[in-house]
């Protein structure tokens, strides 16, 4: 973080300094991340209190509290009404200081893929900063801004949400030059209610634009109808492998098992791309990119070095050959209905025996059975050759697949699929739920025990 003073923040964020002023340059919301002479901010939520911890604050170095009301200990404190609140403006405040510029981008489904396309882009540009892991939400968002320095020339903001007005809070406090919805779909329903939720809450991010900003989106797949109110008169970019009314397109298109080539089609002209990542829906995520990084000005260069470069992130979609024409897809990160579709047309695309492994979609609410019937079908449609699943919810998909089975536990699922690696000469097999599900300790399990 810039360095600030414990007197400017109190002028900064509207509170009462209490002891010295101290300089500090870095903040942390968690003891286990203390360094000296840091401000440890005091969160408070339903189930905890950091105000607590303090005094373990204190004795990890921390140099000053941000507290919501005064702590009988030895540390200069900033008094604030909302220390949640607080540390939002605080990101606030460095972003403002720092001449880097900002893309900010949300999504169903595809956000973290567009994000490191986005920021391996960029990267062939300059220095640049973007969202660690899933760091998405109101408290990730002011932590990836809070590492905002001078040095850097760009930034790629992720923003998630899981209710309304989380994504109109974080991009308030990011001020992007260009917001991206990468795509809808049904996810955190249980939050949102409705696709419609799903839309309007994803729709927010348009609303932190400046009026010469651009707002990007999925020709395909968004709610521009109740989105333009939002967007008004500012520039709007289109992107889609398959639409041709798109200002990012994509033709000449090859899938292969390790990845696609096609060309890129853009405003200023062409370029021939190599994008070693599996999957078709990878194109559409790349033309995001693409997009969202053309917005702050790079170039077709850049866009063809940086997408060349990139690699697989465990978890999404990542290739691990357990044996010779033994290939496993560990996509067991997340899953909703959007990406759980995507996976299933990546396996279609793949050779041999097709297994596609399956746990639950979590935070679907009422249409929590209607969604994992949806995923069935579409692997049903794709041809896929074997549906397992595993947990209360997912018997629905292997049951709509037509060709599927259900277990009780995760053993003896582990146990079908070793059987089905033996039966096999060639064999693909994909592993997806949601983050709950765990689906990651079957993939372990895997390796683990390669072909046994």
């Not at 853009?266 to 994008?275: A, F, H, Q």
Request: with cysteine.
């Amino acid at each position: 973080m810039i360095s600030v003073t414990l007197s400017q923040l109190t002028d900064i964020l509207n509170g009462e300094q209490q002891g010295a002023d101290i300089t500090l340059d870095a903040v942390t919301t968690d003891t286990r991340k203390l360094t000296p002479g840091c401000l440890f901010v005091a969160l408070k939520g339903e189930r905890f209190d950091a105000h607590d911890f303090a005094d373990q604050a204190k004795a990890g170095g921390a140099g000053a509290l941000l507290v919501s009301r005064p702590l009988d200990i030895d540390l200069p404190q900033l008094i604030v009404k909302d220390t949640r609140l607080a540390f939002g403006e605080l990101a606030a405040w460095v972003r403002q200081q720092v001449p880097a510029r900002v893309v900010a981008l949300t999504g169903s489904s595809g956000k973290t893929s567009v994000k490191e396309m986005t920021a391996a882009i960029l990267s062939q540009c300059g220095n640049t900063l973007y969202t660690a892991g899933n760091l998405n939400n109101d408290i990730g968002v002011p932590m990836t801004l809070l590492r905002l320095t001078p040095e850097y020339d760009y930034a790629v903001i992720e923003l998630g949400a899981n209710h309304q007005g989380e994504i109109a809070w974080t991009v308030s406090l990011t001020r992007p030059e260009a917001a991206l919805v990468n795509n809808l779909a049904a996810a955190h329903l249980e939050g949102f209610g409705s696709l419609a939720g799903v839309a309007k809450a994803k729709g927010e991010i348009f609303s932190g634009l400046p009026e010469n900003g651009i707002a990007i989106m999925n020709a395909d797949n968004n709610d521009w109808l109740n989105w333009q109110s939002v967007i008004g008169s500012r520039k709007v970019w289109r992107f889609s492998p398959n639409a041709a009314n798109s200002d990012f397109t994509a033709t000449n298109i090859h899938v292969t098992s390790h990845g696609t080539e096609f060309t890129l089609q853009t405003p200023t002209g062409s370029v021939d791309v190599l994008l070693p990542l599996p999957g078709r829906h990878n194109i559409a995520n790349a033309l995001a990119a693409a997009a969202l990084s053309m917005s702050v000005g790079a170039t077709l260069d850049a866009i063809k070095a940086g997408l060349a470069n990139l690699k697989a992130v465990p978890g999404r979609l990542f290739p691990i050959q357990l044996a010779e024409n033994q290939l496993l897809l560990d996509d067991s990160y997340n899953a909703n209905v959007g990406s759980m579709t995507a996976a299933v047309q990546v396996l279609a695309e793949m050779p041999g025996y097709r297994v596609l492994v399956v746990g639950d979609m979590a935070e679907l609410g009422a249409e929590s059975e209607a969604c994992h019937v949806q995923v069935g079908e579409a692997a049903k449609a794709a041809g896929i050759d074997r549906v397992l699943s595993v947990g209360k919810q997912s018997h629905a998909i292997s049951t709509a697949s037509g060709v599927g089975e259900h277990f009780a536990d995760k053993t003896a699922l582990i146990a079908r699929i070793k059987s089905l690696i033996a039966e096999q000469q060639v064999i693909t097999i994909l592993v997806k739920g949601s983050r709950s599900a765990a689906m990651e300790e079957v993939v372990r399990a895997l390796q683990e025990n390669g072909t046994c």
